[in-house]
């Protein structure tokens, strides 16, 4: 491919959430369809049996970047002690921990230790720092929650970059009131990780309404445009079982996004638009 194309990441999210879910991720990373996937370590179902199966991946050739995927809320449990609040032994729902973090109700010094504890789970079971760090539901970019992660990457992966989730610019793109909502928290969130010293990806995208007549191979193109060098697009690629509709409601769209990764009509988009995937051997994401 020319040099001329423009490098961006692919990262999975939620590795772990599922058997079906991280076998698809694999599959694609052997494939080189994508090249990051962040791990939910506090998901029921990870083990290291699933952490071997993605290491090997990366054996000789390092395939894929592998992430820390920062879990806070329900379904999920925490993996320290005497975090608080929680709901019948689980975190509080996505709407009601972000309520609390806005009316700063969270207790910084126990978020410390339960992101300190993923992070420590996944040096245990990898045996050395994630790649990069980024939040399930993006609830590192919430106010108080971003005070934490960062204190946490800075001080325990002082080499890993961290996710940001907002657009270069928004020119062109239809409303997204989610898209524009990250754009916001992540404004706050650059200007912290930037005066810590921790690398970010330069512009991200990869948020889309999740609803059954959604077609991923229409909206995928549209990702594309304007995305510079280094820039970071969230999927979600993955084989639906049991495990994951006990645990999550994002699940036919994610058999749709694997099914397009898997065509050839993802690798065609990337060259058409001057795209290519950034090289994982050695390589951060650009630090904005």
């Given at each position: 491919?020319?040099?001329?194309?423009?490098r961006?990441?692919?990262?999975?999210?939620?590795?772990?959430?599922?058997?079906?879910?991280?076998?698809?991720?694999r599959?694609?990373?052997?494939?080189?369809?994508?090249?990051?996937?962040?791990?939910?370590?506090a998901?029921?179902?990870?083990?290291?049996?699933?952490?071997?199966?993605?290491?090997?991946?990366?054996?000789?050739?390092?395939?894929?970047?592998?992430?820390?995927?920062?879990?806070?809320?329900?379904?999920?449990?925490?993996?320290?002690?005497?975090?608080?609040?929680?709901?019948?032994?689980?975190?509080?729902?996505?709407?009601?921990?972000?309520?609390?973090?806005?009316?700063r109700?969270?207790?910084?010094?126990?978020?410390?230790?339960?992101?300190?504890?993923?992070l420590?789970?996944?040096?245990?079971?990898?045996?050395?720092?994630?790649?990069?760090?980024?939040?399930?539901?993006?609830?590192?970019?919430?106010?108080?929650?971003?005070?934490?992660?960062?204190?946490?990457?800075?001080?325990?992966?002082?080499?890993?970059?961290?996710?940001?989730?907002?657009?270069?610019?928004?020119?062109?793109?239809?409303?997204?009131?989610?898209?524009?909502v990250?754009?916001?928290?992540?404004?706050?969130?650059?200007?912290?990780?930037?005066?810590?010293?921790?690398?970010?990806?330069?512009?991200?995208?990869?948020?889309?309404?999740?609803?059954?007549?959604?077609?991923?191979?229409?909206?995928?193109?549209?990702f594309?445009?304007?995305?510079?060098?280094?820039?970071?697009?969230?999927?979600?690629?993955?084989?639906?079982?049991?495990?994951?509709?006990?645990?999550?409601?994002?699940?036919?769209?994610?058999?749709?996004?694997?099914?397009?990764?898997?065509?050839?009509?993802?690798?065609?988009?990337l060259?058409?638009?001057?795209?290519?995937?950034?090289?994982?051997?050695?390589?951060n994401?650009?630090a904005?």
């Amino acid at each position: 491919m020319s040099t001329a194309h423009r490098r961006i990441w692919l990262c999975a999210d939620d590795y772990g959430i599922s058997p079906g879910v991280s076998a698809a991720i694999r599959e694609l990373i052997a494939r080189e369809r994508i090249n990051a996937t962040s791990v939910m370590v506090a998901s029921p179902h990870f083990s290291g049996e699933e952490a071997a199966a993605l290491d090997t991946l990366n054996s000789g050739k390092k395939r894929a970047a592998i992430g820390l995927h920062v879990t806070l809320t329900a379904p999920f449990s925490p993996l320290s002690t005497n975090f608080s609040p929680l709901r019948k032994g689980r975190f509080l729902s996505l709407n009601d921990i972000l309520r609390a973090a806005i009316a700063r109700r969270l207790h910084s010094e126990v978020l410390v230790i339960e992101i300190a504890a993923q992070l420590q789970a996944f040096i245990d079971i990898f045996g050395r720092p994630p790649d990069f760090v980024d939040g399930h539901q993006h609830v590192h970019l919430f106010p108080q929650i971003r005070d934490a992660f960062l204190k946490v990457v800075a001080e325990g992966a002082p080499n890993a970059w961290v996710r940001q989730c907002g657009r270069r610019h928004t020119r062109g793109h239809t409303l997204d009131r989610k898209a524009l909502v990250l754009d916001v928290l992540s404004v706050a969130f650059r200007r912290k990780a930037r005066r810590l010293g921790i690398a970010f990806d330069p512009a991200f995208a990869g948020t889309y309404a999740f609803h059954a007549k959604t077609k991923f191979s229409e909206i995928f193109p549209r990702f594309l445009p304007g995305l510079p060098d280094g820039a970071l697009i969230m999927c979600h690629p993955g084989f639906v079982d049991a495990e994951l509709e006990a645990l999550d409601s994002l699940t036919t769209l994610r058999e749709q996004e694997f099914a397009y990764f898997s065509s050839n009509a993802f690798p065609h988009v990337l060259a058409e638009q001057g795209f290519t995937l950034a090289s994982p051997s050695g390589e951060n994401a650009s630090a904005a």
